[in-house]
């Protein structure tokens, strides 16, 4: 049985790269920036929802949904901290609250660096 603070990191990514690339898909086809921010807020509020244990008012597309069962509230911030670049750069502002609900459960990614010594 899956712990419920345990994430799924290949989830995780899958989620991400199927949001980017709906939103790319649609920057593609439309010119209207307008339109697409409304689209990419939309998406995050329904993550922020999700997260939070709401029944989110959006309905995203078909291949964008997802299930509540499945998806835990560390799962749904971590999709939430990947994507929130790739949202920004399209007019989205970050949720300050969801921001300090990252911090508080997830913790840091760390990086692997090497130390080099001269000899």
Known sequence: M???NEVDVKKVEIGALLYIDNWDTMCAFSQDLETVGWHVTNCMTYITQLSE????VYSPP????L???DW????LLSLYRDIVLAAAKRG???DPGM?????AVLKPKRIAMR???RP
């Open 62 to 65: 078909p291949d964008l949904r």
């Open 99 to 103: 921001i300090t609900r990252m911090k």
């Open 67 to 69: 299930d509540p069962v």
């Open 2 to 4: 899956k712990k419920y």
């Open 53 to 56: 244990g709401l029944t989110p």
């Open 115 to 117: 130390r080099y010594v």
């Open 72 to 75: 835990n509230e560390p799962e």
């Open 92 to 94: 989205y502002e970050p």
